[in-house]
């Protein structure tokens, strides 16, 4: 969303690497908090699955994400699944609060953006885990290398992939950037139309 916006000129250009370095510190102290409070948890998973910590995709994926299977060591699959979902999800940002498009109340954005994501998980999930924000898988998979997952979160390989860790910060991105701008030059310029129609009023006859 910082660089799309940056992109947009929504958004100051100055503020974006400060921005996406306090993301992905947030997520990355998210992600300890987390691991603090359940770490007996995840070793009793890892010791009753028989695995080394460096060898439990299982219980990295609690905090970061990778592709499904199916896509063996192909990159490009997961790279567009973070594309396109990434773009739906600022392109309906984008819908949400634009006031020319009967945005909802501003107390009602967090929720609906929310509803948002969860729809993108639902249907984009099984893919890739959905990332869909470099912040929150990169932040996440920083805690996990740290604390002994080692090559499955960077450079990110495990059986059928190698070297994954890239996908979901560039597809993000591109997928952000892409959103704005099809909504900018497509949905916008309708909108915009229909409320210049509407303000304007029927035309009427002179008698």
Not at 27 to 39: G, H, P, T
Not at 180 to 199: F, H, M, S, T
Request: charged fraction near 15%; hydrophobic fraction near 50%; include cysteine.
């Amino acid at each position: 969303m910082t660089l799309a916006f940056a992109v947009r000129k929504d958004f100051p250009w100055r503020k974006v690497l400060p921005y996406w370095l306090a993301q992905v510190l947030g997520a990355f102290v998210a992600a300890a908090l987390i691991y603090a409070c359940y770490r007996w948890a995840i070793d009793a998973a890892d010791t009753k699955a028989g695995l080394p910590r460096d060898e439990s995709l299982g219980t990295y994926s609690i905090f970061a994400t990778f592709p499904a299977e199916y896509f063996g060591d192909s990159w490009w699959g997961p790279l567009l699944d973070q594309i396109v979902g990434t773009g739906i999800l600022l392109l309906l940002i984008c819908a949400l609060i634009d006031m020319r498009n009967t945005a909802p109340l501003s107390n009602l954005h967090p929720f609906l953006i929310g509803l948002v994501v969860v729809a993108i998980g639902l249907t984009f999930g099984t893919n890739a885990g959905y990332a869909i924000n470099p912040a929150r898988d990169f932040g996440p998979r920083l805690l996990t290398y740290f604390e002994g997952w080692g090559d499955i979160a960077l450079p990110g390989t495990f059986g059928w992939f190698s070297g994954y860790w890239w996908i979901p910060i560039v597809g993000p991105l591109i997928g952000g950037v892409v959103g704005v701008l099809v909504y900018d030059l497509i949905i916008k310029p309708v909108i915009k139309a229909r409320a210049g129609a509407q303000e304007e009023g029927p035309a009427t006859e002179e008698p």
